[in-house]
T-cell receptor, first 115, second 115 residues
Framework: NAGVMQNPRHLVRRRGQEARLRCSPMKGHSHVYWYRQLPEEGLKFMVYLQKENIIDESGMPKERFSAEFPKEGPSILRIQQVVRGDSAAYFC?????????????FGPGTRLTVL | SQQGEEDPQALSIQEGENATMNCSYKTSINNLQWYRQNSGRGLVHLILIRSNEREKHSGRLRVTLDTSKKSSSLLITASRAADTASYFCATERGAGGTSYGKLTFGQGTILTVHP
């Protein structure tokens, strides 16, 4: 059972470009979470999705950021018109379905650098 | 201060010694989890302790939870150089036994174990 997969691992964009980050949850997991980690800081929650639904996006900036988790395929975190402040490591985590939550399994992260 | 604060911020010990890290939080929780992150890498889940548990062991790890003080501690016994990493506590909020999986991370404790 492969772990959570994220790609790309490293992404370099110039200001104003778009960044698309992909996350494939573990097999059988239907909950996906995105977190952002700035240098020397802890992770900050961005968004929580289930298949085809956004459950909680309270941590995601209102503008330029969007996330989806379609019925088929990976979850996508999309950042439009990137700025230097978007440079960070973006981690995706997944957990299995069910009312009682368990540990979240994290992917290796995508390190976004905005030039 | 914020939910999930670790103390100390940095800890430096010799191989073979024990390492204790503390975490405080503010709101009621469903569970508290400890994660480890090696420099520039993803997070590895170490242990989860639920709000109705007081102590949990996993190998050389011992976690305690005091919900009355809203605090937790992580003890690593007989430390090894390979334990060098950042350690984060993360809380999952809950009310009435339900939660939605959003984790709130602290800033982390940087542990250095010298050979």
């Amino acid at each position: 059972n492969a772990g959570v997969m994220q790609n790309p691992r490293h992404l370099v964009r110039r200001r104003g470009q778009e960044a698309r980050l992909r996350c494939s949850p573990m097999k059988g997991h239907s909950h996906v979470y995105w977190y952002r980690q700035l240098p020397e800081e802890g992770l900050k929650f961005m968004v929580y999705l289930q298949k085809e639904n956004i459950i909680d996006e309270s941590g995601m900036p209102k503008e330029r950021f969007s996330a989806e988790f379609p019925k088929e395929g990976p979850s996508i975190l999309r950042i439009q018109q990137v700025v230097r402040g978007d440079s960070a490591a973006y981690f995706c985590a997944s957990s299995p379905p069910g009312r009682v939550r368990n540990e979240q399994f994290f992917g290796p992260g995508t390190r976004l650098t905005v030039l | 201060s914020q939910q999930g604060e670790e103390d100390p911020q940095a800890l430096s010990i010799q191989e073979g010694e024990n390492a204790t890290m503390n975490c405080s939080y503010k709101t009621s929780i469903n569970n508290l989890q400890w994660y480890r992150q090696n420099s520039g890498r993803g997070l590895v889940h170490l242990i989860l302790i639920r709000s109705n548990e007081r102590e949990k062991h996993s190998g050389r790890l011992r976690v305690t939870l005091d919900t009355s003080k809203k605090s937790s501690s992580l003890l690593i016994t007989a430390s090894r150089a390979a334990d060098t990493a950042s350690y984060f506590c993360a809380t999952e909020r809950g009310a009435g036994g339900t939660s939605y999986g959003k984790l709130t991370f602290g800033q982390g404790t940087i542990l250095t174990v010298h050979p």
